[in-house]
């Protein structure tokens, strides 16, 4: 049961696009993970010896779960950071944000310096190592994982409005298009506005949920997952647009006689 302490929570980040830096710490926590429970198994060690070994297992393990901590940390550091053109409200807020986590990377490095041996400080013990994690775990939960979830809402709401601003200027060119062939006889234009209409729906639906989303962050009350819940549809609604633009291609297609 002691092994669930070193499993921290594999955070999925805005746009499920986790770096490398991220998915290499990931990886070295599952091996390390994998060693700790070779060696609670390992039947053929003396006490001693399989005691010496879970240690180092144990401390390995656990120092590469802060590790992954430390790389989760800056990631969202540096998602956090690109975000512009923010109103005042949410700039504070994104501010505040930046300097949590900062906070929390000082945490976790020196947590990272108490776990690594040194050769002036005596060697840490099987129980203290164990303690040592079980800290570290409850920090996760109950300060770490909370604030990480408003962060992580945070970034996924102002990524939408990223997607939402592409996806409109792609919506005024075609509508900017569809006015210049106006009097086109090779493209049928009423044929194409009806389909341009409706990706301008779901683009208007998705800026009203959008900005209750916004307005979600800054409201103390709101569960980070209702807001997540809010930016998928916002997403739903920007995709569905997509599929109404590509429709529209298909139709030029036909009216050009394109294969």
């Known amino acids: 049961m002691f092994l669930l302490v070193l499993l921290p929570v594999f955070w999925v980040h805005p746009t499920n696009a986790q770096s490398e830096d991220l998915k290499t710490a990931k990886e070295a926590v599952q091996q390390s993970y994998d060693k700790l429970v070779e060696v609670q198994g390992e039947q053929t060690l003396t006490k001693e010896e399989q005691a010496k070994q879970e240690l180092e297992a144990l401390i390995a393990a ?33 501010l505040d944000y930046l300097k949590e986590l900062d906070e ?72 900017l298009d569809l006015r210049l062939f106006q009097n086109s006889k090779l493209i049928k234009v009423d044929l194409l506005m009806p389909v341009l209409q409706q990706a301008g729906d779901y ?20 569960d980070p997952v209702d807001t997540n819940k809010l930016v998928e549809r916002v997403v739903g609604l920007i995709k569905s647009s997509y599929g109404k633009f590509l429709e529209m291609s298909s139709l030029v297609k036909k009216m050009l006689n394109i294969q």
């Open 203 to 222: 683009l208007k639906e998705a800026s009203k949920l959008n900005q209750v989303a916004i307005k979600s962050l800054l409201a103390t009350s709101t």
């Open 104 to 175: 929390f990377l000082i945490y976790q490095q020196e947590f990272l310096i108490k776990i690594t041996p040194q050769e002036e400080v005596g060697a840490l013990t099987l129980v203290e190592i164990k303690q040592l994690a079980l800290d570290f775990k409850n920090w996760r939960e109950t300060v770490y994982d909370p604030e990480i979830k408003k962060i992580v809402s945070f970034i996924m709401v102002f990524k939408g409005s990223e997607l939402l601003s592409i996806a409109t200027s792609r919506f005024n060119k075609i509508a």
């Open 62 to 94: 656990l120092k590469e779960v802060v590790q992954f901590t430390i790389t989760e940390t800056e990631s969202l550091i540096q998602h956090l950071s690109a975000i512009k053109g923010l109103s005042v409200e949410t700039a504070k807020l994104q």
